[in-house]
């Protein structure tokens, strides 16, 4: 079946929301087996909604709504859906019981007159009970068999409803065919190297499509099976993922959501070992990605900032000579930090980055971008430099990746 998505609210159009629920509704509903053929987003505007759901029904026959539910002036998703279909708002009192109840249990009685509104529904749509908050959620089909469902906009409620209510029934329309994605993450190669090094395999790939991902962490490869069942879907998708794994070689880190911090964090550990680091342009990114990971202290034991010439010189060690003659952002600096956190912290391995994030700083010879690395595994200590593209937050985020990258490569070498 084919699904359209709408999400409301002026604040996603402002760009002051990220459109979170739209990307958790792509997921959920592909893995339920609908194909979402287009996501919508409009502002809190009666007639925009309107159109945007009508036009929507024309072209797929069943739209997701997320937004405008709530008891203020500006939520008119259920009136500008009503006047759509014809249909009138009628107090729903089951709907205002619950929400009476709600506001008692909580100790916020009496209840404001304007949360009223939301046990309004369009006559002879069903309600789809929402325990998490104050909106329900709605399901409401037309005499021509062509579907709207209408879900609030807070994401722990859309998450929830999504589960309870909706998937199984949109699993239940999909005959057992579902839409299921696998997703290869590289990182160290550009786009156009991975698309090189897996070219030989792709006529091999179909039924799936392939789809490449780029960013700051490096270049994923999406595989999407569509309309198969999921036995015949997994089997593709695992069988896909295998040749396409021999092809990247060590470029490839992990399926789905691997994060290489806690990839490289897994390593260490395997090894027995312990890890530490020593970061300059990247000012404890670095150590914020390796702490985000649950049980990152089994294996991760501390971090030098260390921004200024001078605690390089006085917290890691690296000589003055060196910083004099090479400078700040070179390699003969970073194997100098590196050597100084392991010294400092007494770990077995080590990572350290100095660069220049930009926008000013950078020279000839070092332009803005170059971002000095080394990782090292007791004695054995590997260092390079690269010059990264983007602006300030990029270039942090390309250097905190290839010194995780780094070490990564040494620890399965």
Known sequence: MRVEVVTIGTELLLGFTLDTNGADLGRALAAAGADVARRTSVPDDEASVRAAVGE??????????TGGLGPTP??????AIAALLGRRLVPDQGVLHALEERFRRHGRWPMPAA???QADVPEG?????????TAPGLWLEDAQGRT???????????????????????????AG????????????????????RVAPVEDELPPLSLAFLPSTDGVDLRLTARGLDRAEADAHLTRAATRLRERLGDHYYGMDGSDLAAVVLDAVRAHGRRLAVAESCTGGLLGARLTAVPGASAAFVGAVVAYADDVKRDQLGVPAETLARHGAVSEETVRAMAEGARRAFGADCVIAITGIAGPT??????PVGTVCLAAGRSADVRVATRVFPGDR???RQHGAQAGLDLLRRLLIA
């Open 125 to 133: 749509a069903t309600v789809l009970p929402n325990p998490r908050g």
């Open 393 to 395: 937050t990029e270039i």
């Open 74 to 79: 500006d939520d008119l998703t259920k009136q």
């Open 115 to 117: 949360n009223r509104r």
């Open 148 to 174: 709207v469902v209408m879900l609030p906009g807070v994401p722990r409620e859309l998450r929830g409803l999504l589960a309870d209510e909706v998937l199984p029934r949109v699993a239940a329309r999909s």
């Open 177 to 196: 065919q579902v839409v299921l994605s696998r997703t290869l993450r590289t990182t160290g190669a550009p786009e156009s190297a991975v698309a090189e």
């Open 361 to 366: 700083g950078g020279t000839p010879d070092k």
């Open 56 to 65: 929507a029904l024309a072209r797929t026959g069943f739209v997701i709504t």
